[in-house]
């Protein structure tokens, strides 16, 4: 008990950090790239001017216009009136930033404008990456037994064989990571993007939770959006939740695998051992003391199969 207590709390330390990394991302990249963007915008706005000013505007003159207003669009700012409203560095946009980016996701709306906050993207992202697959490892650990393999022995118990039940296992949790991350959020994107069509909203979603993050559509970038701070948050909340359930996904797909004898077949690796208590400890090994280990032998010994797991399944 001791034990999967200090789980737990090591997995709320873990995400309690990525929130705090998230933060101190959020604010240096605002440090260092907000000055960038208003000095651009600024520059824009004295074009324009510029622009408007000239009584005659010859060719080399509008070809200058132009390519310095699409280099500016490629920064996220525009010279259209009101769309240049709201910053891409505020520390909402900052921090929805740095969440893309060690992610990997990246929709790319927003890049860095300076060559310090380049070279601070690379550095930033080679600690937050693996730091952020150790978080959703360790939430998929804890998730695993509540949601895969509990579920499975429950089938199992009510009568089913072990490859039906594990099939219809994998059905039930594909129809409701499909409705809970793809269905629900389409809609209410598409309620908020006045934009987007519902099949905008599935398309962000399959995109963002595949780590594609083409960009094409990208929440809170309309002008004057009503509470685009929270929005931006909720969309965080929503893009780790769902990368979470989609490696739940795979990690359940790959041990069904191994049930039904696929990847025998197809001769991959199977997946790793595990059962319901090598689940609930943490990923991170503080050692345990002989007496321990001896213990825990000894019961696996005397009681070989006590625990449901997928790698304990019959496979014949």
């Given at each position: ?76 700012v525009f010279l259209i009136r ?143 959006q009503k509470y685009r701070t ?87």
């Amino acid at each position: 008990m001791a034990l999967v207590g200090r789980s737990w709390l090591l997995l709320v330390g873990f995400i309690l950090f990525y929130v705090i990394y998230l933060l101190f991302g959020a604010l240096i990249f605002s440090t260092i790239e907000r000055p960038m963007e208003d000095k651009l915008r600024h520059d824009m706005e004295v074009l324009k001017k510029e622009f408007l000013n000239q009584s005659c505007v010859s060719a080399a003159s509008l070809e200058n216009f132009l390519f310095k207003v699409l280099a500016a669009n490629k920064y996220g700012v525009f010279l259209i009136r009101n769309a240049s409203a709201t910053s891409n560095w505020d520390l909402a946009s900052s921090m929805f930033f740095a969440n893309t980016l060690v992610t990997t996701v990246g929709y790319g709306q927003s890049t860095p404008l300076s060559d310090t906050g380049k070279a601070f993207s690379i550095f930033y992202a080679l600690l937050g990456v693996p730091f952020t697959m150790l978080v959703l490892t360790a939430c998929v650990q804890r998730l695993l037994y509540p949601l895969v393999l509990a579920p499975v022995s429950l089938l199992q118990r009510s009568g089913l064989e072990p490859r039906p039940a594990t099939a219809v296992h994998f059905v039930l949790l594909l129809f409701l990571v499909v409705l809970c991350f793809f269905v629900v959020p389409a809609a209410i994107f598409t309620k908020l993007e006045e934009s987007w069509s519902f099949l905008d909203g599935v398309y962000f979603c399959f995109i963002s939770l595949c780590t594609i993050g083409l960009g094409d559509f990208v929440p809170g970038m309309q002008p004057e959006q009503k509470y685009r701070t929270l929005y931006l948050g909720a969309v965080m909340v929503y893009l780790f939740l769902g990368l979470m359930m989609m490696y739940l996904l795979l990690r359940t797909f790959h041990k069904m695998s191994d049930v039904h004898g696929l990847t025998t077949m197809l001769q991959l690796p199977r997946c790793e051992d595990s059962d319901p208590d090598e689940d609930r400890e943490p990923i991170v090994d503080h050692g345990e003391s002989p007496q321990r280990q001896t213990e825990k032998g000894a019961s696996n010994h005397l009681e070989p199969g006590s625990q449901v797991s997928y790698n304990t399944i019959n496979r014949g």
